[in-house]
């Protein structure tokens, strides 16, 4: 089992940022990777950014590459997707998710990621 739970969502300008948090617990596995993932109302959840707890192998989503970075502190078993350059077309919830399976180079599975946070609001007015 891994528990996550999401923090640092809220309300920005475009242009603005926010840096989202996740604090894993609970697990006993070698290695994860974890991902955020975001879903706007309407629409189905998609793959964001996705990390490796075994090495810093990071992917990111065409939509995000160059405005967000994905990183963790492992002694603190908690992740950060950092937001720079937000647009309303970021406006969604965010969620934290967990795989004990590797990570893709490049792309996330949606179906892969067994384990959830609750989700955290990012809104962006332009």
């Known amino acids: 089992q891994v528990q996550l739970v999401e923090s640092g969502g809220g309300s920005e300008q475009a242009g603005e940022s926010l840096r989202l948090s996740c604090a894993a617990s609970?697990?006993?596995?070698?290695?994860?990777?974890v991902g955020w993932f975001r879903q706007a109302p309407g629409k189905e959840r998609e793959w964001v950014a996705s990390?490796?707890?075994?090495?810093?192998?990071?992917s990111y989503a065409d939509s995000v590459k160059g405005r967000f970075t994905i990183s963790q502190d492992n002694a603190k078993n908690t992740h950060y997707l950092q937001m720079n350059s937000l647009k309303p077309d970021d406006t969604a919830t965010y969620y934290c998710?967990?795989?004990?399976?590797?990570?893709?180079?490049?792309?996330?599975?949606?179906?892969?990621?067994?384990?959830w946070g609750q989700g955290t609001q990012v809104t962006v007015s332009s």
């Open positions: 990390i490796s707890t075994a090495g810093p192998i990071t």
């Open positions: 998710a967990a795989s004990p399976q590797g990570c893709w180079v490049g792309r996330g599975i949606l179906r892969d990621f067994a384990y």
């Open positions: 609970g697990y006993t596995y070698s290695s994860l990777c």
